[in-house]
């Protein structure tokens, strides 16, 4: 059974960091290329970052230079790193693992904003 737990989130004040992270069981991680989602208030998905099986990374332009996603293939672990949040961040934040024609999801964690 594949699962996808993350954690890390939480509120945190404008200006302020936090580093999500996404454990991985049931598949063989390193094949897999990962990404990090959001979903705010009203909106549709969106993809924050990727990083593929080879560590080539990728960003949402409202992220570039804000936000870090890395992986640890030792760990089975995915982690975003989130630095100058603003209130637009705020969203459920979810992982996603995807090989080809297979992907899959985490349940998310919410990450509020606000003073």
């Known amino acids: 059974q594949v699962q996808l737990v993350e954690s890390g989130g939480g509120l945190v004040q404008p200006g302020g960091s936090l580093r999500l992270s996404c454990v991985v069981s049931g598949i063989v991680f390193r094949f897999y290329g990962m990404g990090w989602y959001r979903q705010g208030p009203g909106m549709q998905r969106e993809v924050v970052a990727t990083?593929?099986?080879?560590?080539?990374?990728g960003y949402a332009d409202f992220v570039k230079g804000r936000f870090t996603i890395s992986r640890d293939n030792a760990l089975d672990t995915v982690y975003l790193q989130m630095n100058s949040l603003s209130s637009e961040d705020t969203a459920v934040y979810y992982c996603n693992a995807r090989r080809w024609n297979e992907m899959y999801w985490g349940r998310g964690t919410q990450v509020t904003v606000s003073e």
């Open positions: 990083v593929s099986s080879d560590g080539t990374t």
